[in-house]
Structures are given as structure tokens and as C-alpha cells.
């Protein structure tokens, strides 16, 4: 064998023992992030959750999310995108997994815009102007409080709102479900109980598209 | 390579060079595998040992095709730098270099502990392995072309 063909060879088979390898531990990790759901149904939706879509639709994603994460703020207009393109049979149960650092005070401030009838509008006025309130090299919380009015809130009953300890009992027991479901990265994805291993919008889509076809 | 010397030394050359560019490759492929596919995050140290030991699958490949020993002079440089940042980061993570003076004090710890095969392989100490044998492999086929 010439030398030039040794080294071409020797490269296809180190690169191809890492495809075989990726392929490996992704599908282990499918395995086990899945049978991890399934043993711990009861932790990927409770009854305090927020939710959105018809009550009756039969494929349930469920989104762990910050609302400082800039890929939760990007996947929000394509899952609503998808709902509207299947509408009655998609349904989106939030579940909190701050991760940045404060946003726990920003599920906090959802929670109590929820008392007042306008969660999702406050989750759409945080994610409209994420980009003011949760720069990554200067984080400013409390700026969202000048754009909250917009979302129709009386902010001075969130404020009081937002201190009571069912709402921070409510997000630590989110967290915890996150844990114990292995989530370490937002948004994390579940539909129908399956989770999304690969990530990506596409992904998603198929996720979806699937439980789709296997349930209408 | 000079006229008097035998086929047989030049394949041992190339077979040096291609040892090099072996370790070089599974330490490339090896580290994207931990942090693409197994997912640990890479810490500060392991981005500047990246970085020495990256063009090294190119610099290597070049010089196997039509074996040139100009080769030696252009990797054992980054080889010998990447050298130092995995002994640094060695010495950090056995905790013989105090944990204050390390510059990672963002992100990733540097001494964050990943894995550690047969109990005492750890990432840090493949890096320092794997760039000792190949400056060991580069001064070795320097003196056997000098020679």
C-alpha cells in the first residue's frame, strides 16, 4: 500500500469510529433520558403548570425554560408557529428551570402576572425585551420592571405578589422535577414523554410530527 | 534525506511522522468527543491545549504525503507549547499547583473531574501524555535525520 493511502485510510477509520461512537452514546442517552421519563411520569407535568393550547390535544410538548435563555426566546415562535399549523391537537406545558442567574425572580414575576390573568403576556413582553434585561456580560433584572405595564399588569400588586412563598416553593419544586429528569440545559425538551436528545428545530418538528401521526 | 541513507531508515522515518500524526488525531477526535458528544464542557486550559494540539493533524498529514522532514521544524514548537499547558493543568488538577492561581475562575473549573480511567487516567493527564509522545517522537526522528 502506498503511504499517502495509509494515512487517507487510518483517517476514514478514526472518523468514522467517532460517527459509530456519536451514534452510540446519543442513542444510549435516548434510552436512558427516555426510561427516565417514563419511571418518573408524574415529574414532567404537574397541576400547578402553566399551559397553553387545547386542553384535549393529544400531543403535550412540554419546555423546560428561563425566561433569560435566548434559545427558549428563539424556539417560542416556532412552537407556536407549529401549534397554529396543527390547531386543537399541540398543547405547550411550561416548566421552570432557571438556570441563568436571578431568573428564578423571573419565574416569580410570571407566577404572579398568572394571579393577575396574564401570564403568557408577560412571558411575550420578558422574551421581547430579553435582550435589555439579560445580557450575558451585564445581566439587569430589574429593568424588566419598566416594560412589564405593557403586558397590561398592575406591577405593585406583582411586586407584593411575587414575595409569596407558595411561588418560590412552586419553582423549587419545578427544579427539582428537572433534575430528577436529567434536564441540564434550556429549553429542554419533552413530547408526549419523549425526549429530545439531538437538539435542534428540526428535531423538534420530527418529534412532533411523529406523535402527530401516531395519535391522529 | 540523504543518498546514502536506506529505504529502510526512510520507511522508519515515515513510520515515526505517522505515529505523530496518530496521536495527534485521536487526541483531536478524542477531545470533540468528550465535549460534542459526552457533553463536558471544556475549561479554559483545555481550549489552549486545543489549540496546540489541532494543526497538528494537518501540519502531520502535509508532511506524510511526499515525507518531508521540514516537518519537525514547524510542529515541534506548537508540540512543546501544548506540552507546557497540559503539564500546568496536570499539576493543577493533582492540586500540586494551588487552585489560586488558576486562571479559570469563569465557566468551566479547570480541575473539574470529568473521568478518570483505570482510576488515575483523567483528561488532563491524556493531554500530557499524548504531547509528550509526540515532542519524544519529533526530537527522536530529529536526531535520526541529522544523524
Known amino acids: ?216 | 534525506m540523504s543518498s546514502n541513507r536506506t529505504d529502510r531508515a526512510a520507511n522508519v522515518d515515515w513510520a515515526i511522522l505517522f505515529a505523530c500524526w496518530l496521536i495527534a488525531s485521536v487526541a483531536t477526535l478524542g477531545s470533540l468527543f468528550f465535549s460534542d458528544v459526552l457533553g463536558f464542557a471544556p475549561c479554559v486550559l483545555c481550549w489552549y491545549q486545543r489549540i496546540f494540539i489541532y494543526p497538528l493533524v494537518l501540519i502531520f498529514g502535509a508532511g506524510l504525503f511526499s515525507f518531508d522532514a521540514g516537518v519537525i521544524k514547524y510542529s515541534l514548537p506548537l508540540a512543546i507549547a501544548g506540552w507546557f499547558v497540559a503539564l500546568y493543568h496536570t499539576l493543577l488538577y493533582w492540586g500540586i499547583v494551588p487552585k489560586s492561581i488558576q486562571p479559570c475562575s469563569e465557566g468551566v473549573p479547570c480541575t473539574e473531574k470529568y473521568l478518570e480511567l483505570f482510576g488515575f487516567l483523567s483528561i488532563p493527564l491524556l493531554s500530557l501524555l499524548a504531547f509528550s509522545a509526540v515532542v519524544t517522537l519529533l526530537i527522536v526522528l530529529k536526531r535520526r535525520i541529522t544523524a
Open chain 1, 1 to 216: 500500500m502506498k503511504k499517502g493511502q495509509i494515512v487517507v485510510l487510518s483517517g476514514i477509520v478514526l472518523v468514522t469510529a467517532f460517527v459509530l461512537g456519536s451514534f452510540l452514546v446519543k442513542d444510549r442517552q435516548r434510552e436512558s433520558l427516555g426510561s427516565l421519563a417514563r419511571t418518573n411520569a408524574e415529574a414532567l407535568i404537574r397541576e400547578h403548570s402553566p399551559t397553553l393550547g387545547d386542553a384535549a390535544a393529544k400531543v403535550v410538548i412540554v419546555e423546560f425554560m428561563d425566561p433569560g435563555c435566548e434559545t427558549c426566546r428563539a424556539f417560542d415562535p416556532f412552537i407556536k408557529q407549529m401549534m397554529a399549523a396543527y390547531p386543537g391537537k399541540i398543547r405547550l406545558v411550561l416548566r421552570y428551570a432557571p438556570l441563568h442567574q436571578g431568573a428564578d425572580q423571573m419565574c416569580a414575576v410570571l407566577e404572579a402576572a398568572r394571579r393577575q390573568g396574564k401570564y403568557w403576556e408577560a412571558l411575550q413582553v420578558m422574551y421581547d425585551t430579553q435582550p435589555q434585561w439579560a445580557d450575558h456580560h451585564a445581566p439587569r433584572p430589574e429593568r424588566i420592571w419598566q416594560f412589564l405595564p405593557a403586558a397590561g399588569l398592575d406591577v405593585n400588586k406583582l411586586r407584593r405578589d411575587m414575595q409569596d412563598p407558595v411561588i418560590a416553593r412552586l419553582i423549587e419544586s419545578d427544579m427539582a422535577d428537572a433534575r430528577t429528569l436529567s434536564v441540564t440545559k434550556t429549553p429542554g425538551f419533552f413530547v408526549n414523554g419523549k425526549p429530545l436528545v439531538v437538539f435542534g428545530y428540526d428535531q423538534l418538528q420530527l418529534l412532533v410530527e411523529e406523535e402527530l401521526r401516531a395519535n391522529y
